[in-house]
């Protein structure tokens, strides 16, 4: 290693020995401010005003810092690790050591202690020799703790240690770190790479600095060496778990990672916030060992909610007393997806339900009940098919709230395979996402290298690469703030059936029966499986692996005619239910149940219209009409003072008798004459009775020409039905 740099910049202390040169590092400083080496920008700087990066709250890193480290220049007068907080977008806020008692740790995701600060500094940092307790609490619960622990150093700390005596190359007197970690004092100039593929080293991560590279070991004062003393100890004491990322010359930790409870430590007892600013102005600066630090971690304040929390822990989830659920019927049992539902909700300043009740499980629960309906094989509702969430449901719940409290809108954005690039990007865009388990859903709120942090709803875990979910996912649900549309058709089915959309584009989603696939090609769709939840709580067995649903979700779908076509691969006379929750574009939600049996060899195809427009029928269901049955051409004589009947016809998907005639209306639109009479009958021979209704000619807004007549109406339980029939109108006028 050439140290022709070196000596150049510190030429009072060529004759001392390495030790020593340590020792006398503040002496060096004052010599070298001295000679006009280093044109002295904060180089003597008094103490840091904690007060200039106040936490008000909100912030998700805290830097612990009494002063800045070394130096400061002017493009960084809060100190390195503050310049790049915050040129990587980390809301960052800076608390001094002696606020370390009255502030509430748990607020941060990650915590960065800085460098070269004073003995005070360290006394309160390390109370009695041993890390404040708060700091080691903070990462047993999952905080991140980016620990620059580099001391005996000079600049305005001037020195201070984390030991009862100044620079001890021994150990024997350091201070102790969390997990039992401790020090020696010795200073190398040699650093070298000891995990060439660790996030810090690799830059692997997003880095909107865009002061990150890849570390490589190659010449003095480049990435690793010669910085003026590149580390100033080495760890001992490390816990089993530890990663070297960077060893002295020696082979000696000076930068490791290990976890602890279920939080991360990195520690480090190298140079990288000096390398930063430039060592005494004249260096060049080499950024990148911080920038990659910082880099290595996102975290988002995502309130942690537990589903057996009181009030709601013991509340009834989605109908659960109405059908029988796997995991039960309690929140405590089942509420996983709703209560992470609730923490993204809140996260993105959703923070009140439309009544003005906070946003909590309980109060999501209760909106995700509304507009319940049975039948004998599932309840539905606006949040909730069978005991699976329908996440399109949180969009509505956020804009009936916008509406009352202006706060923000949240749409369903993307359902999709798990890819750790994706997670990282979400986080890293501030969007939490919903990771699906198997039987369980938790919340990805942050990643440390290539572990994610999560907040579980339920069970005390803290990150992703858990035992129990092995650092990966079956899935996982996305959310993002939106100004706009938030049209959508979500179609759900109780396993085993499955559904195939056909779009007025003619583009499908959902299992193909014919070819036995899964489909989405439909812009903005998709079609998956949602196993039945698992009782978090355990008194419940788990569910079998294939109970649970299958949903089709269609964002900012096309206006016009669709098909849903029901199958089942393998029950043929299956029984089956679906729903369709239709959601106009101002999330007006049009909520459908429909049920029927599969006949082997016939289709089982629903045809409906939907409409995106606000005040319009969002979702009607097509049903085949008859006017005047069992004749053709259906001629309608203007002049008759008459009756026009007109029949609903019974079939494999549709049961006439369940349409409400009091609602039906006739004529040239739909909506002109009511029935005068109606009555049960199998108008056609099929063996099913059909519904006949009789309309007053004059009422039905009939004119010369008309080609066609639509009857609409609603069924008891609410759902649209639209019928149409050719006509031939013909009276005195019409010659
Ligand atoms: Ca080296
Ligand atoms: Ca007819
Ligand atoms: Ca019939």
């Known amino acids: 290693m050439s140290r022709t740099n070196l000596l150049m910049v510190k030429p009072l202390v060529v004759a001392v020995t390495l030790a020593a040169m340590a020792a006398l590092e503040p002496i060096s400083l004052q010599a070298q401010t001295a000679t006009s080496v280093y044109n002295g920008v904060g180089q003597a700087g008094p103490l840091l005003p904690h007060s200039h990066l106040p936490c008000a709250g909100g912030e998700t890193v805290a830097v612990i810092q009494d002063s800045v480290e070394w130096f400061a220049p002017i493009d960084a007068p809060l100190g390195a690790n503050i310049a790049e907080l915050t040129a990587q977008q980390k809301g960052t806020c800076a608390i001094h050591s002696n606020q370390l008692g009255a502030t509430n740790l748990q607020q941060f995701g990650a915590i960065v202690i800085a460098a070269a600060q004073t003995q005070d500094f360290y006394n309160n940092v390390f109370p009695s020799g041993t890390i404040h307790p708060a700091i080691s609490q903070f990462v047993q619960n999952g905080?991140?703790?980016?620990?620059?622990?580099?001391?005996?150093?000079?600049?305005?700390?001037?020195?201070?240690?984390?030991?009862?005596?100044?620079?001890?190359?021994?150990?024997?007197?350091?201070?102790?770190?969390?997990?039992?970690?401790?020090?020696?004092?010795?200073?190398?100039?040699?650093?070298?790479?000891?995990?060439?593929?660790?996030?810090?080293?690799?830059?692997?991560?997003?880095?909107?600095?865009?002061?990150?590279?890849?570390?490589?070991?190659?010449?003095?004062?480049?990435?690793?060496?010669?910085?003026?003393?590149?580390?100033?100890g080495y760890f001992i004491n490390l816990p089993a778990g530890t990663k070297n990322i960077i060893v002295d010359a020696l082979g000696r930790p000076v930068m490791v990672e290990y976890p602890f409870g279920t939080g991360d430590v990195v520690a480090t007892l190298t140079t990288t916030e000096w390398r930063y600013v430039g060592d005494f102005g004249s260096l060049p600066r080499n950024k990148k060992l911080l920038a990659n630090e910082i880099a290595s971690f996102f975290t988002l304040s995502v309130p942690l909610f537990k589903q057996f929390d009181s009030p709601w822990g013991a509340q009834e989830y989605d109908d659960g007393n109405s059908q029988t659920l796997n995991c039960g019927t309690t929140m405590r049992a089942c509420?996983?997806?709703?209560?992470?539902?609730?923490?993204?909700?809140?996260?993105?300043?959703?923070?009140?339900?439309?009544?003005?009740?906070p946003t909590n499980p309980g109060t999501v629960n209760d909106y995700f009940k509304l507009d319940s309906k049975c039948n004998k094989l599932v309840c539905v509702s606006r949040g909730y098919f069978r005991g699976s969430v329908i996440w399109t449901a949180a969009g509505q719940y956020s804009m009936d709230a916008h509406r009352v409290f202006n706060t923000p809108i949240i749409e369903y954005a993307?359902?999709?395979?798990?890819?750790?690039?994706?997670?990282?990007?979400?986080?890293?865009?501030?969007?939490?996402?919903?990771?699906?388990?198997?039987?369980?859903?938790?919340?990805?709120?942050?990643?440390?290298?290539?572990?994610?942090?999560?907040?579980?709803?339920?069970?005390?875990?803290?990150?992703?690469?858990?035992?129990?979910?092995?650092?990966?996912?079956?899935?996982?649900?996305?959310?993002?703030?939106?100004?706009?549309?938030?049209?959508?058709?979500?179609?759900?089915?109780?396993?085993?059936?499955?559904?195939?959309?056909?779009?007025?584009?003619?583009?499908?989603?959902?299992?193909?029966?014919?070819?036995?696939?899964?489909?989405?090609?439909?812009?903005?769709?998709?079609?998956?499986f949602e196993q039945a939840l698992a009782d978090d709580s355990g008194q419940n067995p788990p569910p079998p692996a294939d109970a649970g649903i299958h949903m089709a979700i269609i964002r900012v779908p096309s206006d016009g005619h669709y098909t849903i076509e029901v199958s089942s691969p393998s029950v043929a006379n299956l029984e089956y239910s679906f729903a369709v929750h239709a959601y106009d574009r101002n999330a007006n939600l049009s909520l459908n149940l429909f049920e029927a049996q599969l006949v082997p060899g016939r289709k089982n195809v629903f045809e409906f219209t939907y409409s995106s427009a606000p005040g319009a029928r969002t979702l009607a269901l097509l049903i085949p009409v008859d006017i005047k049955p069992g004749s053709f051409p259906n001629s309608i004589n203007l002049d008759s003072e008459g009756n026009i009947p007109v029949a609903i016809l019974t079939t494999n998907t549709f049961d006439a008798s369940s349409v409400d005639p009091s609602t039906v209306r006739f004529g040239a639109t739909g909506t002109e004459a009511p029935p005068v009479q109606s009555s049960l009958e199998?108008?056609?021979?099929?063996?099913?009775?059909?519904?006949?209704?009789?309309?007053?000619?004059?009422?039905?807004?009939?004119?010369?020409?008309?080609?066609?007549?639509?009857?609409?109406?609603?069924?008891?339980?609410?759902?649209?039905?639209?019928?149409?029939?050719?006509?031939?109108?013909?009276g005195d006028a019409c010659k």
Request: net charge negative; aromatic share 8%.
């Open 682 to 730: 199998d108008v056609n021979g099929d063996g099913r009775a059909d519904m006949i209704l009789h309309f007053k000619t004059q009422a039905t807004g009939t004119v010369c020409g008309q080609t066609s007549a639509t009857l609409t109406g609603k069924t008891f339980d609410g759902t649209n039905i639209q019928g149409s029939d050719s006509v031939r109108v013909v």
């Open 335 to 357: 509420g996983c997806a709703v209560s992470s539902v609730a923490m993204v909700l809140a996260f993105h300043g959703v923070t009140l339900d439309p009544h003005g009740n």
């Open 143 to 232: 905080g991140i703790l980016l620990a620059n622990l580099t001391d005996c150093a000079s600049g305005p700390g001037a020195g201070g240690t984390w030991a009862t005596q100044l620079c001890d190359a021994n150990a024997i007197t350091s201070f102790v770190f969390v997990g039992g970690v401790k020090h020696a004092n010795v200073f190398d100039q040699n650093n070298n790479i000891a995990d060439p593929v660790h996030s810090i080293i690799a830059n692997a991560l997003p880095c909107p600095s865009g002061n990150c590279a890849q570390v490589v070991d190659v010449a003095n004062l480049q990435d690793l060496d010669g910085w003026n003393f590149s580390s100033h």
């Open 414 to 528: 993307d359902d999709g395979l798990y890819d750790a690039q994706i997670l990282r990007s979400e986080i890293h865009g501030k969007r939490p996402v919903i990771l699906r388990e198997p039987g369980h859903f938790i919340v990805g709120t942050g990643y440390f290298g290539s572990s994610f942090k999560i907040n579980d709803p339920f069970f005390d875990r803290g990150r992703l690469d858990d035992p129990a979910y092995r650092n990966t996912s079956n899935g996982f649900v996305r959310y993002r703030v939106t100004s706009t549309d938030l049209s959508g058709v979500v179609v759900s089915v109780l396993a085993p059936a499955q559904v195939l959309i056909t779009d007025p584009n003619g583009n499908r989603t959902g299992f193909d029966p014919v070819t036995s696939t899964i489909l989405r090609n439909i812009a903005n769709s998709s079609y998956v």
